[in-house]
């Protein structure tokens, strides 16, 4: 007889048809006999348990081994086949548009480079996230601590509003994150940064007319949640984020960021303002990047934040130059390697 396949063989037994056929892989039956016309007793049995069982995968597909499937981290860059390099290096450039400062209605354009290198799931350092080591990584959560950098004021920014108020100097952070990842769909951290350092002469400086010129840097903490829901499409090609976020400041970084002195508000006519500690943004933020080739990718970012709180009622934000409507909007190109 010659050979059937095992399609053949599960619609033939589940009619009960009586043809003989050769089995190669699927029924235990010895080359050179013929399939009784009835499975009868122990046999009759085995053919309807596997029937059953491939109704209940054809039923619910997603079984244990698929969801399994489905919870596994986004795709590498690096082909799979191929042993992920120890070093990660990431290289590109980004346009971003961001208010003029804390709280302004005005926007200010930005040509940034971008650098990110990543050493295992040990070390990283980049551009936006600073130089920092994950302490621990286990069941979706890593831990870690960081250095970065905190930028400042500049008063050149915006002179028609900000004079008067002077300079604040960037500041060199400290801090900590925890972030929990639930396979490659849902993510969110919280991070926790302290000013550490002003970057410059820290100084204050008074020009000819008086006008203070130079404030010490913003050595206030903040915390900042976050959470996103991530889509991969396209074949992994494309990964969409989006979700909520939160900021919440320390009464020295909101007097650093909004507040205004009794002498700055001689110098600038705005009128003396302390701002107070506890929630200062919430607002929602998302991205899309598309990888263009194995190491090219295109990425486009934006967010919403709504100033909230003491700091919402600062002159800076209340005044004809300052908006609670706070948005940034970026793209760029990076190429990826390993080494």
Not at 135 to 141: A, D, E, L, M
Request: one cysteine or more; aromatic letters at 10%; proline letters at 5%.
């Amino acid at each position: 007889m010659p050979p059937c396949s095992k399609a053949e063989k599960i619609v033939a037994a589940s009619r009960e048809v009586d043809r003989g056929c050769l089995s190669m892989n699927a029924f235990p039956i010895a080359a050179g006999h013929h399939m009784p016309a009835k499975p009868a007793g122990k046999a009759r049995r085995r053919v309807g348990n596997r029937l059953r069982l491939a109704g209940f995968a054809i039923a619910f597909p997603m079984s244990t081994a698929s969801a399994a499937e489905l919870a596994r981290p986004a795709a590498s860059p690096f082909p799979e086949t191929a042993a992920k390099p120890d070093w990660t290096v990431e290289l590109g450039a980004f346009g971003l548009f961001s208010p003029k400062f804390f709280g302004a209605k005005d926007s200010k354009f930005s040509a940034l480079p971008y650098v990110s290198i990543k050493y295992k799931d040990i070390a990283f350092a980049s551009i936006d996230k600073g130089i920092g080591v994950n302490v621990f990584s286990t069941n979706g959560f890593t831990a870690g601590v960081f250095v970065n950098y905190r930028p400042g004021r500049e008063m050149k920014e915006s002179r028609r509003y900000l004079t008067g108020l002077g300079d604040v100097d960037p500041t060199l952070s400290a801090g900590a994150f925890l972030k929990y990842d639930y396979g490659r769909f849902f993510s969110t951290q919280i991070t926790l940064s302290k000013g550490i350092a002003s970057i410059g002469d820290n100084k204050t400086k008074i020009n000819a007319l008086g006008f203070l010129e130079k404030g010490k840097g913003n050595l206030g903490t903040r915390v900042d949640w976050s959470a996103d829901v991530r889509m991969p499409l396209l074949d992994n090609r494309l990964h969409l984020s989006v979700g909520p976020r939160a900021s919440f400041f320390d009464k020295e970084y909101a007097e650093s960021a909004y507040g205004i002195t009794v002498n700055q508000a001689l110098a600038s006519g705005y009128r003396a303002y302390k701002a107070k500690g506890g929630i200062g943004e919430v607002g929602v933020g998302g991205s899309a990047r598309y990888r263009l080739t194995e190491n090219i990718s295109a990425t486009a970012f934006g967010s919403y934040a709504r100033i909230v709180g003491d700091a919402a009622k600062s002159p800076l934000v209340t005044g004809p130059g300052g908006s609670k409507d706070q948005f940034k909007a970026g793209a760029g190109l990076t190429y990826q390697f390993g080494l």
